[in-house]
């Protein structure tokens, strides 16, 4: 068994299944992440989230902070994030 899947999602630690860090504009699709740390100031091209509804979070600089969803694709058009894993 993969010892990230021996780990049960609702008990795991924040960024114990990985993380990715992403300072590029490289599209990252089929993820299944909780949580984005903004590290330096982000401007998103894409922002997929399952169950969101309202204005798209793209196309404008977000400050460092967390953004926390049920993430499913991500491109950047600027910034430095770290992606936190479900």
Do not use: C, H
């Not at 630690?13 to 330096?40: H, N, P």
């Not at 989230?49 to 460092?64: H, L, R, V, W």
């Not at 967390?66 to 058009?77: K, N, Q, R, S, V």
Request: cysteine-free; proline content about 3%.
């Amino acid at each position: 068994m993969d010892p990230i899947e021996s780990i049960p999602q609702e008990t795991a630690a924040f960024g114990q299944r990985g993380v990715i860090v992403e300072t590029g504009t490289t599209a990252i699709t089929g993820i299944m992440a909780y949580a984005i740390q903004i590290l330096s100031t982000a401007n998103f091209a894409t922002l997929t989230e399952s169950q969101k509804t309202g204005d798209a979070m793209t196309g404008f600089d977000i400050d460092p902070t967390i953004l926390y969803g049920d993430f499913t694709a991500i491109t950047l058009t600027s910034g430095r994030i770290r992606i936190y894993l479900k």
